[in-house]
């Protein structure tokens, strides 16, 4: 079945029990992670990740997951991401065996409507197909209400805009914000706050976000000896080194989508030209260098150890700015290897 606007927040939230495969797709992978993500909390399952390869090698596998029962009893949820050509032969079975006990999302990028993964989630009743595409205008800001709802947050029409505006209207960045803001101002679900420009100005990501983010470009673009100095610059209390991180985790999950797409065979140019909307135009360059350098597993290594690098730049106490300079060279040194 194919969802559209007014049926997949339903589908997602409460999921139709005979539902075997869900298929999000479309250029705006955040979105579609994001969709994904909704769904594995609604199943109240666990995400159980399956490599694509693996299917394509034995189309079979894809049957053997669904169809096991969890050791504890317990609901899972099977994910494959990247979705390709490669997993076609297995959903095909998975949507022809007689009984699962465990639904599959598949996570894609762009596909053409020849796409013969898209037509089998599109023609069976026992799979969901939606495209996702990167929100513009209104729909950005009904993205911004609907995701600061999640966290309490009571968001006006221009607060909305602003935030999806600083975001490059990036729903996984837009969340990211979200959750910072709530925490910020002490919103929860059970305890709304509304939010303001206020704010935003003192933690959003346009606070200061070119001198972090140029921290963060150094290093994935090899620059040794800029990073270096920029470096010895900051303040020795290390009070930058949380927003250099954030800075540099944003940075990653623009890239890391875009890199999965030239790998999976769209050219760079037109990567570049759909990433043009959240791009000042002097950063394209550096980007498309990055875009060139980094694969996506490397891009997926950095991301771990920058979301470590932040827990130990909270809890451990070790020296903040060391750490952090540390870290951020060894970043630059990988990227001048590759």
Do not use: C
């Amino acid at each position: 079945m194919k969802a559209n606007k007014a049926t997949i927040s339903q589908a997602v939230g409460q999921p139709a029990g005979d539902i075997r495969f869900y298929l999000f797709h479309g250029q705006d992978e955040s979105q579609s992670r994001a969709l994904a993500s909704r769904l594995l909390e609604a199943l109240g399952a666990t995400k159980s990740v399956l490599n694509g390869s693996s299917v394509k090698g034995d189309p079979a596998t894809l049957v053997d997951e669904a169809g096991a029962i969890g050791l504890f009893g317990d609901k899972r949820l099977i994910w494959i991401e990247p979705a390709t050509k490669d997993v076609e032969e297995g959903v095909a079975a998975l949507l022809e065996a007689a009984a699962v006990e465990s639904p599959v999302v598949g996570i894609a990028g762009s596909l053409p409507k020849t796409s013969a993964l898209l037509k089998l989630a599109e023609a069976s009743p026992l799979a969901l197909a939606y495209a996702s595409y990167v929100p513009e205008g209104q729909d950005a800001e009904r993205m911004v209400v609907d995701l600061g709802r999640r966290f309490g947050l009571k968001i006006s029409p221009p607060i909305a805009s602003r935030v999806a505006d600083s975001a490059g209207n990036d729903q996984a960045i837009v969340a990211q914000e979200l959750q910072k803001f709530a925490l910020y101002v002490d919103a929860s679900p059970h305890a709304p706050k509304e939010l303001d420009h206020a704010a935003i100005d003192d933690v959003g990501a346009d606070n200061a976000e070119g001198d972090f983010l140029r921290l963060a470009d150094l290093a994935l673009g090899g620059d040794l000896e800029e990073l270096s100095e920029e470096l010895e610059r900051l303040p020795s209390g290390g009070s930058e080194a949380i927003p250099v991180v954030r800075s540099l985790q944003r940075r990653l999950l623009m890239l890391a989508p875009a890199r999965a797409r030239v790998e999976r065979g769209e050219r760079i140019d037109s990567v570049m030209t759909s990433l043009g909307r959240s791009l000042f135009w002097k950063d394209k360059s550096k980007i498309l260098r990055m875009l060139q350098k980094w694969s996506a597993d490397d891009l997926a290594t950095v991301s771990e150890r920058a979301g470590k690098l932040e827990r130990s730049l909270i809890f451990a106490p070790a020296p903040v700015r060391e750490t952090l300079g540390e870290e951020l060279l060894a970043i630059a040194r990988k990227a001048r290897s590759l």
